[in-house]
C-alpha cells in the first residue's frame, strides 16, 4: 500500500540538499519503525519518491513523500513516530493512505505556491510592491534560459497562475507551474521583474518560502482544479496489512535464499574440483620423481 507523507523544512536544514533529505529519510523511516517495503532485486532499498525537489535555501510548509508500505498503524501513530525520529527543521505533517490509481508524487505535481520576501538591504529600487500588477499585466514575460546545448528564449507568463503583493507585509505571492514539463522558479519570475524595471537583483536578495504543492484534479480540456497533494488520500484509522506485497517480500526472500545456496554449491564443487586437480598434479609428478 501506498503512503504519502506531507512534511515542512525549515530553519538551518533549508540548507541541505535533496540527497541529504532523501538519505534523512530512508534513516527515519527505520528509527520510526515504519514497515516500509523494500525493493526485490540484488541491492534492496526503501521504495519511495519525493514530488517536486526543494532548491537549497528555500523553505517550505508543503513538501511530501511517497512511500510503500508492508502494513501501516494509523495516521496519527504514523506522524508521531516520524517526528520522534525526526530532526529540527523537519516536521512531518501528516500521512495518509493514497487510493491504488494514485500516481507517484511527482508525476502528480501541477502546482506550486510560493511567497518572497526581500532581505533587508537587498531590495530593489522600483516600487517593487506598486507595480506587480502591471507586470502581471503584460501579454508575455520573456526570460532566457540556458541548456548545454543553446540559449532559448521561454515565455513564462501563461505558467503564473496567480501572482500578487501583499504591502502590509511586503510580501509577493505567486501560483505557478511545478510540473515536469513547465516548471517555473520564483528566481527566474523575481529576475524578470526587476529586468522589466531595467534592473538586476541583488545576489541573493530573495527569501522564498513554498507554502504548498498541488495536483490538477480536473480532466484534460477543463478549467484547472487545484488541491494539495494529500488531497486525495484518506485518514487511516486503523491498523492495515498489505498481504499481497508482503507475499511479494516472501517471494523474494526465498528467491534469494536459493540464490545464496546455489552460489555457496557452485563454490563447492569449484574448490573440489580444484582439490582433485591438485590432488592429480601431485600423483603425476610424485610417479615421475
Known amino acids: 500500500m501506498k503512503v504519502r507523507v506531507k512534511f515542512r523544512k525549515y530553519g538551518p536544514v533549508r540548507f541541505i540538499g ?16 515504519i ?8 541491492s534492496p532499498h526503501q521504495i519511495m519518491s519525493f514530488a517536486a525537489p526543494l532548491g537549497v535555501g528555500l523553505t517550505s510548509d508543503g513538501e511530501y513523500m511517497d512511500i510503500e508500505c508492508n502494513s501501516v498503524t494509523t495516521s496519527r501513530d504514523m506522524t508521531e513516530r516520524f517526528n520522534r525520529a525526526s530532526v529540527p527543521g523537519i516536521e512531518i505533517v501528516s500521512v495518509v493512505l493514497l487510493p491504488e490509481s494514485a500516481g507517484n508524487a511527482m508525476a502528480s505535481v501541477a502546482a ?26 503584460q501579454r508575455e514575460i520573456l526570460i532566457t534560459k540556458e541548456t548545454k546545448k543553446n540559449t532559448l528564449t521561454v515565455d513564462i507568463r501563461p505558467g503564473i497562475y496567480e ?9 509577493i505571492h505567486m501560483l505557478v507551474d511545478a510540473s515536469s514539463g ?25 527569501m522564498v518560502h513554498r507554502r504548498d504543492t498541488y495536483l490538477n484534479l480536473a480532466h484534460p480540456g477543463q478549467p484547472r482544479q487545484l488541491a494539495p497533494l494529500d488531497a486525495i488520500g484518506s485518514q487511516i484509522l486503523e491498523p492495515r496489512t498489505d498481504e499481497k506485497r508482503l507475499l511479494l517480500a516472501r517471494e523474494a526472500d526465498l528467491r534469494k535464499a536459493e540464490t545464496a545456496a546455489k552460489a555457496r554449491q557452485l563454490r563447492q564443487e569449484t574448490l573440489a574440483a580444484q582439490d582433485a586437480r591438485q590432488q592429480t598434479w601431485l600423483q603425476s609428478r610424485a610417479e615421475k620423481q
Open 18 to 33: 535533496h540527497l541529504d533529505v532523501m538519505r534523512f529519510f530512508q534513516k527515519c523511516i527505520r528509527r520510526a519503525g
Open 35 to 42: 514497515d516500509v517495503a523494500y525493493t526485490t532485486g540484488y
Open 112 to 137: 506550486a505556491d510560493y511567497t518572497v520576501r526581500f532581505r533587508e538591504g537587498r531590495e530593489p529600487s522600483f516600487d517593487y510592491m506598486g507595480k506587480l500588477s502591471d507586470f502581471y499585466a
Open 163 to 171: 501572482l500578487w503583493a501583499n504591502p502590509e507585509e511586503r510580501e
Open 182 to 206: 513547465g516548471n517555473i522558479k520564483p528566481s527566474q519570475v523575481m529576475e524578470a521583474y526587476a529586468a522589466w524595471q531595467g534592473e538586476t537583483l541583488a545576489e541573493n536578495a530573495c
